[in-house]
């Protein structure tokens, strides 16, 4: 074993994780490691070997499954005899294939990770990793066990909703993340008060399928709902939500996000494509137009929003018309931002069935929407100049004497400014662009 900088036997256990995929894994990762506080352990400082490695892992594409068993080889060579404890949906969906790996002593699935802790105190530490992922239930509960704490951060992540119940045709979620499930509204209230009381200055609501929020409660309820008692409660922070699917954004949801004062005026969409037949195929409920029409609702209600889309490209069967299409359909719309994704089979999943663009012809597609995206970030920043944003200051810049931070309509910042501001709300006015930053000057705190 690496004895290098190991901690005394009589000293707290420290472990490492790191976290690949969305911000539902990052928030995962919280609440393990706050529950692996309260058992004894803390997180190894930089440069010291924990007494164990825990990877949480994404199995959205190949690329992600490819990242995660480097990561864990790399743990095993630098770090020989620390072992390796592996989650996610990598491990819920193929907990063999991580067991033959060197190092993994253990492999647990996504609902076992809030038992993490009991599971290592009970581990035999035998020869052979010990699988513990198990099946997920037609009407799996909401296993509550949100972190309080997010060292380092300014912003916290509060996760309200769990599963998908949609059935893309490309998609491996479903399998992984299990059906919908959501935390009652009273107990999501009294998390937020915490996370209030604990002195966060934004929360970010996240979701697998956050649009679909309450509707598997009883009584059942929605995002809604949610959203108009939030805002009655006079929470002390400002709130954005994550990724929501287009055809779950009602009139009724978006009218009650623009009467919130402190609603961060940022959405995210996954279009996935701009054809028609290719969403038909990979059973999105929704079409060109009807997205369209919902893009430029939702720029007309929030002129200075943020607008993500996710874009899939190389869909078995895309043609090159097809593609432009979704090119055009992009290039139409306000568009802040873009995550562009090549087609990448998942096992189990109909599209993995169908007969494949060529590689190269995929990368290519996707080379050229990355262009697109780019072009359509700076002509957003470009019209950002000489606006007044809210900032929160999350920590020093590179340059002494500087801060960066996100504005509301989540675009980074940086600023000349005193340390004592981070974690403070301030108006900034943006002067000009630094790449794909935007400089700016503080002209008061918050109003």
Request: net charge positive; charged share 20%; with cysteine.
């Amino acid at each position: 074993m690496d004895t290098k900088n190991r901690q005394p036997q009589s000293a707290n256990r420290l472990f490492r994780v790191i976290t690949f995929g969305c911000k539902i894994n990052q928030c995962d990762t919280a609440g393990m490691s706050q529950e692996l506080a309260r058992r004894g352990w803390r997180p190894a400082p930089p440069g010291v070997t924990p007494e164990l490695h825990l990877v949480n892992t994404c199995t959205v594409t190949k690329r992600a499954d490819q990242q995660a068993r480097q990561t864990i080889r790399r743990l095993a060579r630098e770090h020989p005899g620390v072992p390796i404890w592996v989650t996610g949906c990598y491990a819920q969906r193929a907990p063999e294939e991580l067991a033959t790996l060197p190092g993994v002593q253990g492999v647990l699935g996504n609902r076992e990770k809030a038992v993490l802790a009991d599971l290592l105190e009970a581990s035999s530490q035998g020869a052979a990793p010990e699988l513990c992922v198990g099946s997920f239930l037609a009407a799996e509960p909401f296993h509550p066990w949100q972190a309080q704490s997010f060292p380092g951060h300014t912003r916290a992540w509060l996760k309200i909703q769990e599963g998908c119940s949609h059935h893309c045709s490309y998609c491996i979620v479903p399998k992984v993340r299990g059906p919908r499930r959501s935390w009652p509204p009273a107990e999501v209230a009294a998390a937020l008060n915490e996370l209030a009381a604990a002195g966060y200055q934004e929360v970010v609501l996240t979701g697998i399928d956050l649009g679909q929020y309450g509707r598997d409660l009883s009584p059942a309820t929605s995002l809604a709902d949610l959203v108009r008692r939030l805002r009655t409660d006079n929470l002390p922070f400002r709130v954005r939500l994550s990724s929501l699917e287009p055809q779950e954004i009602t009139g009724t949801l978006l009218l009650e996000l623009a009467s919130w004062r402190d609603f961060c005026p940022h959405f995210h969409l996954p279009l996935q494509s701009g054809a028609a037949p290719v969403l038909a195929a990979m059973n999105r409920p929704y079409r060109p137009g009807a997205f369209r029409d919902l893009v430029l609702d939702i720029t007309g209600r929030f002129p200075e929003a943020a607008l993500g889309l996710d874009v899939l490209v190389g869909f078995p069967g895309e043609t090159e018309s097809d593609f432009e299409a979704t090119r055009d359909l992009v290039a139409s719309l306000p568009v802040t931002y873009l995550h562009v994704f090549p087609f990448s089979p998942r096992p189990g999943t109909p599209a993995a069935q169908l007969k494949p663009v060529p590689g190269r012809e995929v990368q290519r597609r996707a080379g050229l929407m990355r262009d697109l995206g780019r072009l359509q970030k700076q002509a957003f920043l470009q019209r950002q100049l000489n606006r007044v944003r809210e900032v929160l200051v999350e920590g020093p810049a590179p340059q002494r004497g500087w801060l960066q931070g996100l504005s509301d309509n989540y675009l980074r910042v940086i600023f000349p400014g005193p340390a004592a501001w981070r974690n403070r709300r301030l108006m900034v006015r943006f002067l000009k662009l630094q790449e794909e930053m935007l400089v700016g000057e503080v002209v008061a705190n918050r109003l």
